[in-house]
């Protein structure tokens, strides 16, 4: 394989500008499963045998090709994503996969890259499994994840030649998706006004569960000198529009939202309703508990993580009893629709743990490891939140 050849520069290498931050080094993160009464054989046998299914299992949708890629299948849509492969590789670096990792990061570069037109830098956000392209337009999630995931890699696994050159990918990426508007072509997946990021380059809404104010705080370290301001104001503005767009007894936040935090009503006759507790929204409460395990001191926090973390797990154990797995407004009131990915629900309600000091913390964590990965169709997005979800909960979804 090309990328296991390579020689690597020094992880400080001058060239590349790159900061192993050492004040990560050192610092210590909760096993809620040990809290829970779990060992850590069986915990990091759990964890092994999570990855192994999802890469390697029965029910993989991970696939490696003979010419030296893999690729995450959505496998209830038959395509390959930018959410996925962004994600396949946050797995891989978090587990020290590093041929896996650059299967992946060499089969999105390859087929997913965009190298002309408006979204010249950035990647379809949708391809067909033998590599074309069925969309010429990004998803700002799956470029956010992709750079945070090879900033990961430059620091764990070291620079190499090329497309392998983490760091140096990971700047230009994020420098494309703050600048874009500057080349006269395009637009910026963040509204450079509010620091917040958009839904997709062509609306100016957002999706809460796309706010990631924990990767942010990195990029202002790690980014180009000239985009670290950017991404310390992004970091802050996120924070608090999260705090706008959960509801305040609930814990719910929407699929979409305004800039202001208000669930998006707008454009169904395009997107469809979005503007409820439903799948995209689930990922929510997951990253702000970990923003909460990895920034837990900032003075911004003054307890709203833990509060809104256990706002929603009171609202899942009580409230929403009878009907425990359904579809809600962000107030609570039950919508009589199918929920789609029930996993999900449970994976990010126990990573909510993360954050909840609350009495249902351990016992969504219990409900959490009595609940296997799912199977069929819907497989793919219900087992990556898992996957997120047993790597927080057990310590080991970390700064590289």
């Not at 092994?48 to 299948?73: K, L, V």
């Not at 029930?342 to 126990?350: D, F, G, K, M, S």
């Amino acid at each position: 394989m090309e990328s296991e050849n390579r020689n690597h520069k020094s992880l400080h290498s001058e060239e590349y500008g790159i900061e192993r931050q050492d004040d990560f080094k050192q610092k210590c993160y909760r096993n809620v499963f040990k809290e829970c009464g779990f060992t850590e054989a069986e915990i990091d046998k759990r964890v092994q045998d999570t990855f192994h299914e999802i890469f390697y299992g029965e029910n993989c949708f991970y696939h490696s090709t003979d010419d030296g890629m893999g690729y995450m299948e959505d496998t209830g849509n038959h395509d390959v994503r930018t959410e996925g492969m962004s994600y396949g590789m946050m797995f891989c670096v978090q587990m020290n996969k590093k041929q896996e990792f650059d299967r992946l990061w060499k089969w999105a570069r390859t087929f997913m890259y965009m190298e002309e037109g408006i979204n010249k830098g950035y990647f379809a956000w949708s391809v067909a499994t033998d590599g074309s392209k069925n969309a010429y337009g990004p998803a700002p999630d799956g470029e956010e994840y992709f750079a945070m995931a090879l900033f990961f890699a430059s620091h764990r696994f070291g620079d190499g030649e090329g497309i392998f050159c983490y760091s140096k990918e990971a700047k230009e990426l994020l420098h494309t998706c703050i600048h874009k508007e500057e080349t006269g072509a395009g637009r910026n997946m963040w509204d450079k006004k509010n620091h917040l990021i958009r839904f997709i380059t062509e609306c100016d809404f957002t999706d809460p569960s796309y706010h990631l104010p924990h990767f942010y705080e990195l990029f202002a370290r790690w980014s180009r000198e000239e985009d670290r301001e950017f991404w310390k104001k992004a970091a802050v503005a996120s924070r608090e529009f999260l705090k706008k767009a959960c509801h305040p007894i609930t814990g719910l936040s929407a699929e979409y939202s305004t800039f202001e935090g208000i669930p998006y009503t707008g454009d169904q006759e395009i997107f469809g309703r979005h503007d409820w507790y439903y799948s995209d929204a689930y990922r929510t409460i997951a990253n702000i508990a970990l923003d909460h395990e990895w920034f837990h001191d900032d003075a911004f926090h003054e307890n709203w993580c833990e509060k809104t973390t256990e706002n929603l797990q009171y609202f899942f154990c009580n409230k929403a009893q009878e009907q425990r797995i359904g579809v809600y407004e962000i107030n609570g009131a039950l919508i009589e629709e199918s929920v789609l990915h029930p996993v999900a629900i449970l994976a990010t309600n126990a990573q909510a743990s993360l954050a909840s000091r609350g009495p249902y913390a351990k016992r969504c964590v219990k409900e959490f490891w009595n609940t296997p990965l799912r199977t069929g169709d819907r497989r793919y997005y219900d087992n990556c939140l898992y996957m997120f979800a047993m790597l927080a909960l057990n310590g080991k979804y970390r700064i590289w």
